[in-house]
């Protein structure tokens, strides 16, 4: 993964269109936190695919984005609260087991 990765990374030209793993590579993040983007309403696919398709994102818009510095502590910020409910969650529920 890490050599398609540096390969893609390395092209002069990205396609029109990236599907989610390239979309996270050209902005810096881990491919799984795009979904956790597209549901915070920070990212929109093209089209509109079902929840369980694949999905592509504008380069033009992907580009705009990724120099876009509110947008970027936006996107950090919703990954972070993510994750921060995550982990509250699975504390809750250990407490609430019995020992």
Do not use: C
């Not at 956790?36 to 994102?57: D, R």
């Not at 919703?78 to 020992?99: E, S, T, Y």
């Amino acid at each position: 993964m890490r050599e398609t990765k540096d390969i893609f990374l390395n092209r002069s030209l990205p396609p029109a269109r990236m599907s989610s793993d390239e979309t996270a590579w050209y902005l810096g993040f881990e491919p799984h936190e795009i979904p956790i983007l597209i549901n915070a309403g920070l990212l929109k696919p093209l089209g509109h695919p079902a929840a369980n398709s694949t999905k592509f994102f504008s380069a033009d818009a992907l580009e705009a984005l990724r120099h876009d510095e509110k947008w970027l502590s936006k996107a950090s910020d919703a990954i972070a609260v993510f994750w921060r409910n995550k982990n509250a969650q699975k504390k809750a529920g250990l407490r609430d087991q019995p020992p």
